[in-house]
């Protein structure tokens, strides 16, 4: 098994919280920038956020300040704590490399946000 593999979604209300998880192997943490990313019905899959090796991190405008990406590269784990969540957050949101590497897509994990 190569693809990682998403956890810690559920359905929140608007201004609740929730931490994802993304479980990897080490042949992937050990070199590779680390994004979630997120799409939900008809709409085109987005980058939420990304994290290097070292731990430079970068947000996409619509999250900043609300969600915080972390990685342990020891456990081979990437994390997802999103805080001050809104409905429009509302997607299934699945973890890669950057770039993309289609063997890694899991199954992702569902997050809705009720207003």
């Known amino acids: 098994q190569v693809r990682l593999v998403e956890s810690g979604g559920g359905s929140v209300q608007a201004g609740g919280s929730l931490r994802l998880s993304c479980a990897g192997s080490?042949?992937?943490?050990?070199?590779?920038?680390m994004v979630w990313y997120r799409q939900a019905p008809g709409k085109q899959r987005e980058v939420v956020a990304g994290?290097?090796?070292?731990?430079?991190?970068n947000y996409a405008d619509s999250v900043k300040g609300r969600f915080t990406i972390s990685r342990d590269n020891a456990k081979n784990t990437l994390y997802l704590q999103m805080n001050s969540l809104k409905p429009e957050d509302t997607a299934v949101y699945y973890c890669?490399?950057?770039?993309?590497?289609?063997?890694?897509w899991g199954q992702g994990t569902q997050v809705t946000v009720s207003s």
């Open positions: 080490r042949s992937i943490f050990n070199t590779n920038t």
């Open positions: 890669n490399t950057n770039p993309w590497y289609s063997l890694y």
């Open positions: 994290i290097t090796v070292g731990g430079t991190t």
